[in-house]
């Protein structure tokens, strides 16, 4: 995790630079925004792993003479599929209808967000992920 947070400092700094050379010849404001803001992204992104890296063991990549079996076994939890991401989305696309076509579409896509957001809230305390 060392070698993440530090490609990711040494990258922040590399589209800070780009961010003033780019501020400085275009002059054009949306573009420098941009970059100014993915500068942030990843100075957070390289802080969280470096600080991460710190309270974690060791792990195979960080040690210049392993090997790819070093790394092998259990990974992490990873949650399995599920079904209410969709249900967000239909929700979320009808909700940002109601914004062109008219605010009763809302109506319909609260009820079916929050059926969604409940769903996935509580994806592990009942059916076949309940924790036992």
């Not at 630079?17 to 803001?37: N, Q």
């Not at 993915?38 to 890296?53: D, K, Q, R, S």
């Not at 209808?97 to 609260?110: C, E, K, Q």
Request: charged share 15%.
């Amino acid at each position: 995790m060392k070698v993440q947070g530090k490609m990711f400092l040494w990258l922040a700094f590399f589209v800070l630079a780009m961010a003033i050379v780019y501020g400085v010849w275009s002059k054009e404001p949306a573009g420098t925004t941009a970059l100014f803001l993915g500068f942030g992204l990843c100075v957070m992104i390289g802080y969280y792993l470096a600080f991460t890296a710190r309270r974690v063991d060791v792990g195979a990549q960080d040690n210049k003479e392993a090997d790819v079996a070093d790394d092998a076994g259990e990974v992490g939890f990873f949650s399995p599929h599920s079904w209410q991401p969709l249900s967000l989305a239909i929700g979320g696309a009808l909700a940002f209808m109601g914004v062109v076509f008219g605010w009763w579409l809302l109506y319909f896509s609260v009820p079916i967000i929050m059926i969604g957001l409940w769903g996935w809230v509580f994806e592990y305390y009942r059916g076949e992920n309940q924790n036992q």
